[in-house]
């Protein structure tokens, strides 16, 4: 079963991600419900994965995460960086899809 989190993505796109992120949750020892919040900025270019992050984590409770994915290789640095300088707790990883490699980002907020 997929989150409704993902309720607007294509069925493939939902099982894939579904599973990546309860994968990942289960490897940070975090409860199912952690994750409120997706943002999809597969395809946007820097600094926009950075800044739809802040404004998504703005409708996110303290102590729930927002799970963002983005294809711009600097999203990366970005969004750790940013996580390290405001408290937020970060998990990524990558994964490939159709020849494309996706950055995933779980931002717990304090």
Sequence with gaps: MT???FDF???PDQTELSAQLTDQ???ATLPL???TAFFDARNLPCPMPLLKAKLSL???ADGKALYLI???KNSQHD???FCQKNGYTVHAWQSEQANTIIYHFIIIKP
């Design 70 to 72: 983005a294809t711009d």
């Design 33 to 35: 419900d952690t994750v």
């Design 58 to 60: 703005r409708s996110v």
């Design 9 to 11: 993505l294509d069925t």
């Design 3 to 5: 989150s409704p989190i």
């Design 25 to 27: 949750l289960h490897q």
């Design 79 to 81: 969004l750790v960086a």
